[in-house]
C-alpha cells in the first residue's frame, strides 16, 4: 500500500511541472487490456500436480494470463517525441487443473494477483502515413506487488457417503522489480481519441529475489531451493485520450 500512496504523490507533483511548461507536450491518459505468457522452463509455467518423473508442483500457467492497464503519458516536447509514461498494470492470473480417479476428482485452482507500479521512458521513432500514426519503443522500471498466493484443491468424490473437501494452499505476498522494453504503434481514431497497441517482453523478478520462499509463481516451495528470474512476452491495447 505504501508504494501505491507513493506513486500516486509523483504523479501529482508532475501536473504542476507541466503547467508549469517543464515538460512542453500534451498529456494523455488510457485504459485497456494487457496480456502476457511466461516463457522459458520454470514451474510457474508447468502442470499443478505433474506425474511423479516430472518433477515439484507448477503453477499452471501455460497460456496467455490477462488482465488490465491504466496509464498515463507527458510529453517532454511539443512534437511528443519524447515522453514520461507511468501507470498500474492488475494482472489476475488463473491456473487450472482436473484429475479424474477411480473414486474422486481432484480440481485445482491456483490464482495470483498481481498489482505493478510503472514508470519509464518513451520515443517515437517513426511517423506513419495512416491515421496519423507513430511508431515508438519504450523501456519501463517496474514494482510487483504479489497478494499471497492461492491454491484451491478440491476433491469430488464419486460416492455421496464420502463428504466433499477442500483444502487451501499457497505462499505470501512479495514485492519484486523489474523491467520491460517494448515497441508499439498509437493512432489517431478521431479528435483526441487514439488506439495504443504495444507488445514486448518483461522481467519481474529483477531485483529483490528471495531463495527461501521458492520460485515466484507457484503455490508451494516443496523441493525448491531458488527463485529463478522469469520473462513473459507481452501484449497491451489502449484506448487513449489526449489533452
Not at 34 to 55: C, H, M, R, V
Request: net charge neutral.
Amino acid at each position: 500500500m505504501k508504494y501505491i500512496v507513493s506513486f500516486i504523490v509523483l504523479c501529482l507533483a508532475i501536473s504542476p511541472m507541466h503547467g508549469n511548461n517543464i515538460f512542453e507536450g500534451s498529456t494523455s491518459v488510457s485504459f485497456g487490456i494487457t496480456t502476457f505468457l511466461l516463457n522459458g522452463t520454470n514451474p510457474a509455467n508447468q502442470k499443478i500436480f505433474p506425474k511423479e518423473s516430472e518433477g515439484a508442483i507448477g503453477g499452471g500457467f501455460p497460456n496467455w494470463q490477462s488482465g488490465f492497464s491504466i496509464k498515463g503519458v507527458v510529453g517532454i516536447d511539443k512534437n511528443n517525441t519524447y515522453r514520461i509514461p507511468f501507470g498500474l498494470d492488475y494482472f489476475i492470473m488463473n491456473g487450472v487443473q482436473r484429475l479424474p480417479d477411480k473414486y474422486y476428482t481432484i480440481q485445482a485452482n491456483h490464482t495470483i494477483h498481481i498489482p505493478t507500479l510503472f514508470s519509464g521512458f518513451e520515443y517515437a521513432f517513426a511517423t506513419l502515413p495512416l491515421a496519423n500514426a507513430k511508431a515508438y519503443a519504450g523501456i519501463d522500471l517496474r514494482l510487483s506487488m504479489l497478494a499471497p498466493t492461492e491454491l484451491e484443491v478440491s476433491l469430488d468424490y464419486v460416492k455421496p457417503d464420502f463428504p466433499d473437501t477442500t483444502r487451501y494452499f499457497g505462499k505470501s505476498g512479495a514485492s519484486r522489480f523489474g523491467t520491460s522494453v517494448k515497441l508499439g504503434i498509437e493512432g489517431l481514431v478521431e479528435d483526441n481519441w487514439s488506439v495504443n497497441i504495444s507488445t514486448g517482453y518483461t522481467v519481474f523478478n529483477l531485483l529483490g529475489r528471495d531463495n527461501t520462499r521458492g520460485e515466484l509463481f507457484t503455490p508451494s516451495a516443496v523441493t525448491e531451493t531458488v527463485e529463478s528470474i522469469i520473462g513473459a512476452i507481452t501484449t497491451t491495447v489502449l484506448v487513449q485520450y489526449r489533452f
